[in-house]
């Protein structure tokens, strides 16, 4: 006689912590700089001496700059998603979904975070009650249109403040126009969301340390990534190449709003990379910075597993659209 199996309604085996888990952007980091370290001859020979000191200028100066906001971001973006109840922001908005939108968008001002935080907590919004289109305004304005961004933003262009004024109100035009047309052509079953738990499980404290550490993971990541890009387009590509595609208005835009999707940067330091693409025309950047918080390879990533892939694959393309859109004519106007 064959041994009884579990019950239907026995819970799974727990899972021992740490089996599963995958590399995150640290480790893939840590890699990266020990094959630089133990091919460093190979490498240096490849590089005359002048390219690679303009490298080392560029991707550390991007670096430097950016860190404090990082980290501020990180910490602050923490607090509010561990200590700050989530159920406030449904009683905060408006009922009328029409009205909940905007006021949704000019909510991201006070989440001083970057755009992988964003996206979990529009999904726990939508579990809460909030209409969807509100919290999808939500996920796209706070990213870039928080006071660490636009601080961040008036610094990498020194005086230029015209930079974080364009940005913040073409991002913010963005996330509500996009609320909008979710009321109007969105779908319910366009949207699943999968369960897990929440943060609120366990102590605050071990809530408000994995928090950041997965921002940091992340987005510090993402960070060291975009310098080393910025870095490597400044002395790798041809000048004449940046300055032909810098040359065309039309083509500058599509090139740099296409490499604001490809390089994922965290919207608290895509500004200093931005600043360091100095071959092209502020609206050009301007494009740069509206579409990087809102439509990236990492974010499309996120919002294929937080709301699930017929989602993603029918928001991401209409945002990025809207973005480049909307973000050339504010750079028209107000650069």
């Known amino acids: 006689m064959e041994p009884p199996g579990p019950a239907a309604s026995d819970p799974p085996p727990a899972r021992r912590p740490g089996r599963e888990r995958r590399l995150g952007s640290l480790e893939v980091l840590a890699i990266l700089l020990v094959l630089l370290v133990v091919f460093r001859g190979p490498l240096s020979g490849l590089v005359s001496g002048a390219r690679l000191q303009t490298w080392t200028t560029v991707f550390v100066s991007v670096l430097v700059q950016a860190a404090p906001f990082l980290v501020f971001g990180v910490v602050l973006s923490a607090v509010i998603a561990v200590f700050v109840p989530r159920s406030f922001w449904a009683k905060a908005l408006p009922r009328h979904p029409a009205l909940a939108v905007p006021a949704a968008g000019v909510a991201g001002v006070i989440l001083p975070g970057c755009e992988c935080g964003s996206v979990p907590i529009a999904g726990s919004l939508i579990r809460r009650g909030v209409t969807p289109a509100a919290a999808l305004a939500f996920l796209l304005a706070a990213p870039a249109i928080n006071p660490i961004v636009l601080t961040a933003t008036v610094i990498a262009f020194p005086g230029k403040p015209e930079m974080a004024v364009a940005r913040g109100a073409a991002s913010l035009v963005v996330a509500v126009a996009m609320g909008w047309l979710w009321l109007r052509l969105g779908k319910t079953e366009w949207i699943r969301l999968p369960h897990r738990p929440d943060l609120d499980d366990t102590s605050r404290a071990r809530a408000f340390w994995a928090a950041c550490r997965h ?42 709003a296409v490499l604001a999707v490809l390089l994922s940067i965290c919207s608290e330091a ?23 918080p809102m439509v990236d390879l990492k974010l499309i990533s996120m919002q294929a597993g937080v709301f699930g892939r017929r989602f993603a694959f029918r928001f991401a393309p209409a945002t990025f659209a809207a973005a480049v859109l909307i973000g050339a004519g504010f750079g028209a106007v107000l650069l």
Do not use: Y
Request: aromatic share 8%; no cysteine; hydrophobic share 65%.
């Open 215 to 256: 921002d940091v993971m992340h987005a510090g990541g993402f960070l060291v990534v975009g310098a080393a890009a910025a870095a490597t387009i400044n002395v790798v590509v041809p000048g004449e190449w940046l300055q032909s595609l810098a040359g065309n208005p039309v083509v500058s835009v599509i090139a740099l």
């Open 270 to 292: 895509d500004a200093f990379v931005a600043a360091s693409l100095t071959q092209f025309s502020l609206t050009a950047r301007l494009v740069f910075l509206v579409v990087g």
